[in-house]
């Protein structure tokens, strides 16, 4: 142990352990690199599918409209139809049809444009069934309330009704029916701190709100339903259903929670396929809107972004790779295109904002600019991927067959091309499915303005999906969220399909020479 | 009939007689020469196979026509929008040049929608019907113009046709030429950006409203949308910042992802995982942006307000906002990350064999090797790699735009909103936005900013990996 400046052997085993030590942190390092960039991805879609979930389907109300009373289909319009609408609503619920305000809280249920599309139907086919049964989307809060809120519902059994009596302020005097069950229930109140929430109280169908208590009587609000007629010896149970919110934060009133209880009841509202995400334009109310009008332009848009930038950027590649000689210039347009790769998206919306717009004098917000500039912005990522195909394709093909004697371009066009196509599609591929992801630049051309028809050719007035993610995501009421993220996973799903297509072509045609 | 013409989707249609054309002139070139009488010396061999002759004359054929088209696309809506402003009546004039470009873009608009049917203003509708004159009379000029060009260029190239015309020659310089102009027009978008940048900014220095130069980069008041406040300091430190943020989040993790891919992972756990990490480049920004305002942005507040609760803090320590720099840096820093990781992935991969054999030959571990000969042999490329992903972070603009707020603040606060020089540019010239203020163009001035820095990056970067990659091949 004393012999020479080698250090002990325990030394040795210490430092050895210690280095065996930083070797494994080091690769754990790696490890958790890793797992920390998955496991965003992973809570990215999750995040993103679970919100999304409840967009996919939305409420329904079932309405029977006398088609007898309609007008003559030619004539039906919107008014005639919510009138003949709100004319059945109120025949379901007679008791609201004195207040004005409490009408009011009867029709915002459905929104007045939730009949558009039944108009359309009626106009072209008018069916022959008599009393006709339609189904109506219902406003976006009532929609979200039945989504989530309505969870947060619990109903206890309070007791049995003795007398109601109306009072002269015009609410009602509801008492025991002689087992002091009421008291009981009003410590249970008091002791479970349920005052910050509204109470509604259910006495045979008939809905009440719970404002106030006298002695071992309840004071009560009526919001819907037939008030039912009782005497001393009725002996109804009394429910009590605690919301789980108040007023304040709350979308809707107490009433319309009451008739929204009263219609499930009825089993009139229904859950359907939401299938207006798919078909409908956009519009300023999330629940008749859709991202049909924002697919036909992206197709739009994509279809000029690679008519534009697939022929010019494959063409570009074959003169740098095959044709140009290393001279000063080349060398410039080299390192040019291999910076505009990098420049940053928004620059190339100022680019389209300045000289297809100011300069050029086009149009706003249509997919013809917005592809130009999309064209403008992968045209260097097309280049790229070509040469780098045009490049793998090894030389002894071109030698033979410019030794058979083809020209140059006859070498390129019929031997060249050919064997590098493959590559040169999935580098397009993925060049285009970032181009449809593509949001900045587009903004700077307008194509945020509000669009509610579906473009018909690439010179209208358009916007694309990823603008309308951003656009419905800034919407304020918060129905649009859910909704966004639908059309995000529409997107994610497109560009998924589109990356599998390229990796599937790469993988179908890769040739090792 | 002029107007219905101004009225039509014309410019698809036009490609299709286009194209009939070629095909017939390519068609008839082809068969003619082939009918050519055959002579007996050996010099009436054909010069060129009859399918070159046919390519030749469908060149002489398009190629005028498509210039024609081509001038029209480029000036003819200009000359029509020009004639019309022209004739407005005074009293429209008077009221300015932002009223006469509102006019403008609602009867242009009108039109390109094919709404026949009046509005009953009368001047909007006398302007709507002229303007769909004017613009049919200039499609007919273009079509007229357009046919004479291709039957003009078809009868010139039919007189050379003969069996010693050399058409191959021709047809292949013209398919070099036409390739060229293909790869000039990335030069020309570089040149546009350049000119269009330079050009606004000059007008933005110079229009009354605009600030100096000085101003402009030192100023720590920036108020475009209302005031006049052009001191864009602020929107730099905010750029620095976020980008900084990101950058915390994406050197480490990239590098590291990129090490442990290289040297230690299975060919079958990086056949799985390179492609799931390079997924997260696939992803468009705005998924991020929405991803940081709804997830990340409420966590990063939560986080703020626990601080804030903290006994040893002092009750208003971090801002706390709905969205804060830390949010977004945060998701761009984890965007970034496979830029970081698959460019330092090829650079250690690049590193010769050999240097790790003789590390591990004398004893060393693995990490110590990649730590004290991989990553030296590697630093420059993964400096470039690191460059390109700072100019990356710094013209990122979605993530900003949803998720960093738009208050130009000057303050180290990372929960605070702060905003960059990308949401000024979008805010700025979202909308209808009249292309003479000084609030417009100092977008523009902003992106010339913008454009410069990350050009100055990436030309480091791309020299950096240039030379790097010399060195080993």
């Not at chain 1, 390092?29 to 919100?51: D, M, T």
């Not at chain 1, 349920?194 to 404002?211: N, P, T, Y």
């Not at chain 1, 004071?219 to 429910?239: F, K, N, S, W, Y």
């Not at chain 2, 978008?189 to 606004?200: K, M, Q």
Request: proline fraction near 5%; include cysteine; charge should be negative.
């Amino acid at each position: 142990m004393t012999e020479t400046g080698l250090p002990s052997e325990s030394v040795r085993d210490d430092r050895m352990r210690r280095r065996n030590q930083a070797e494994r942190r080091f690769k754990l390092y790696g490890q958790i690199a890793i797992g920390f960039a998955v496991s965003f991805l992973f809570a990215l879609l999750i995040s993103i599918g679970l919100r999304a979930v409840s967009a996919f389907s939305h409420h329904t109300l079932v309405v029977e409209l006398p088609a007898s009373e309609l007008a003559e289909p030619d004539n039906l319009d919107v008014t005639d139809l919510n009138l003949a609408i709100r004319a059945n609503l109120l025949t379901t619920f007679p008791e609201l049809a004195e207040d004005r305000t409490e009408r009011a809280d009867l029709f915002a249920l459905v929104p007045r444009l939730a009949v558009l599309p039944l108009v359309q139907d009626l106009q072209s086919d008018f069916p022959a069934e008599d009393p006709l049964s339609v189904n109506l989307v219902m406003s976006d809060d009532v929609d979200l309330y039945l989504k989530n809120d309505i969870r947060l519902h619990r109903s206890t059994r309070v007791g049995q009704a003795g007398r109601l009596a109306q009072l002269s302020t015009g609410a009602y005097r509801l008492s025991d029916a002689g087992q002091d069950s009421f008291i009981s229930f009003q410590d249970q109140l008091a002791a479970t701190s349920a005052a910050d929430q509204d109470i509604l109280i259910d006495l045979s169908g008939a809905l009440f709100e719970l404002v106030d208590t006298a002695g071992a009587s309840l004071i009560l609000d009526h919001l819907a339903g037939p008030v039912p007629e009782l005497g001393e010896q009725d002996a109804r149970p009394v429910t009590a259903i605690y919301l789980g919110s108040d007023s304040a934060n709350r979308q809707l009133s107490a009433r319309q929670v009451a008739i929204l209880i009263l219609m499930r009841d009825a089993g009139i509202i229904e859950r359907r396929f939401n299938a207006s995400l798919f078909v409908n334009a956009d519009s300023t109310y999330p629940e008749l809107a859709g991202a049909a009008a924002a697919i036909v332009g992206s197709v739009f848009t994509m279809l000029v972004t690679a008519l534009f930038a697939m022929p010019v950027g494959v063409f570009a590649a074959i003169y740098l790779e095959e044709f140009a000689h290393k001279s000063r210039l080349t060398n410039i347009i080299e390192v040019n295109i291999n910076n505009l790769a990098a420049v940053p998206s928004i620059i190339f919306g100022l680019l389209g904002a300045a000289v297809f717009l100011n300069t050029f004098d086009l149009p706003r917000s249509i997919p013809l600019v917005g592809g130009l500039v999309l064209g403008l912005l992968v045209l260097p990522t097309i280049i790229i991927a070509s040469r780098a195909a045009l490049r793998s394709v090894p030389p002894s093909m071109r030698e033979a067959a410019l030794g058979l004697g083809a020209s140059k371009s006859q070498a390129v066009f019929h031997h060249v091309l050919p064997r590098a196509a493959p590559g040169i599609l999935t580098g397009a591929i993925i060049a285009m499915a970032r181009a449809l992801g593509e949001t900045a630049p587009l903004l700077l051309i307008g194509m945020v303005a509000f669009v509610s028809d579906v473009p018909t050719s690439p010179n209208d007035e358009a916007t694309v999906l990823p603008v309308l993610i951003y656009k419905w995501f800034s919407g304020s009421e918060r129905a649009w969220e859910p909704m966004t993220a639908a059309i995000i996973l529409i997107l994610l799903t497109i560009l998924i399909a589109m990356n599998l297509v390229a990796v599937l072509l790469r993988r179908r045609f890769e040739r090792r020479w | 009939m002029l107007q219905t013409i101004g009225h039509l989707p014309i410019g698809w249609l036009l490609i299709a007689p286009l194209a009939a054309a070629g095909f017939f002139a390519f068609s008839f070139g082809r068969t003619e020469v082939g009918a050519l009488p055959i002579g007996s010396t050996i010099g009436a061999r054909l010069h060129s196979q009859p399918n070159y002759h046919g390519y030749f004359l469908a060149f002489c054929t398009i190629l005028p026509a498509a210039m024609v088209f081509l001038a029209y696309l480029m000036f003819g809506e200009t000359y029509v929008r020009d004639t019309l402003r022209n004739e407005l009546p005074d009293y429209l004039t008077a009221r300015g040049p932002d009223q006469i470009a509102l006019f403008m873009e609602r009867v242009t608009n009108y039109v390109s929608h094919r709404t026949i049917e009046d509005t009953g203003n009368i001047l909007f509708d006398a302007s709507v019907d002229r303007y769909a004159i004017l613009k049919g009379q200039a499609r007919l000029v273009a079509i007229g113009a357009a046919i004479a060009a291709a039957l003009g260029g078809f009868f010139l190239g039919r007189r050379q046709l003969s069996r010693s015309f050399p058409a191959r020659v021709y047809v292949e310089r013209t398919i070099t030429a036409l390739l060229f102009v293909c790869a000039a027009i990335a030069i020309l978008t570089t040149v546009g950006i350049v000119l269009s940048l330079v050009y606004e900014t000059l007008r933005f220095f110079s229009s009354p409203d605009g600030p100096g130069v000085f101003e402009f980069l030192f100023g720590t008041n920036w108020n475009a949308q209302t005031g006049q406040n052009f001191g864009a300091v602020p929107l730099f430190f905010g750029t620095l910042m976020i980008a900084l943020l990101a950058m915390c989040v994406a050197v480490p993790v990239g590098l590291f992802s990129a090490i442990y891919l290289s040297e230690y992972a299975s060919p079958r756990f990086r056949s799985w995982v390179k492609p799931i990490l390079e997924l997260l480049a696939g992803i468009p920004t705005v998924v991020y942006g929405f991803f940081a305002a709804t997830l990340i942005a409420p966590l990063v507040r939560g986080f703020a307000e626990w601080v804030n609760a903290l006994p040893f803090t002092p009750e208003n320590f971090l801002a706390a906002q709905p969205t804060s720099a830390l949010a977004a840096g945060l998701v761009m820093g984890v965007m970034i990350i496979p830029f970081v990781s698959s460019l330092s992935d090829d650079v250690i991969k690049a590193v010769p064999q050999p240097l790790r054999d003789g590390a591990l030959a004398v004893g060393a571990t693995k990490s110590e090797t990649i730590k004290q000969v991989v990553l030296p042999a590697a630093l420059p490329g993964i400096i470039a790699a690191i460059l390109l992903a700072v100019s990356r972070a710094i013209g990122e603009t979605m993530i900003v735009v949803m998720a960093a707020g738009g208050r130009a603040l000057i303050t180290l606060d990372p929960t605070s909103d702060i905003t960059t020089v990308t949401y000024q540019i979008v805010s700025l010239l979202t909308g209808d936005t009249a292309f003479d203020s000084a609030r417009t163009l100092s977008a523009f001035a902003l992106g010339f900013t913008l454009f410069g820095i990350t050009l100055f990056f990436n030309l480091v970067a791309l020299r950096v990996v240039k030379k790097y990659r010399e060195a080993y091949d």
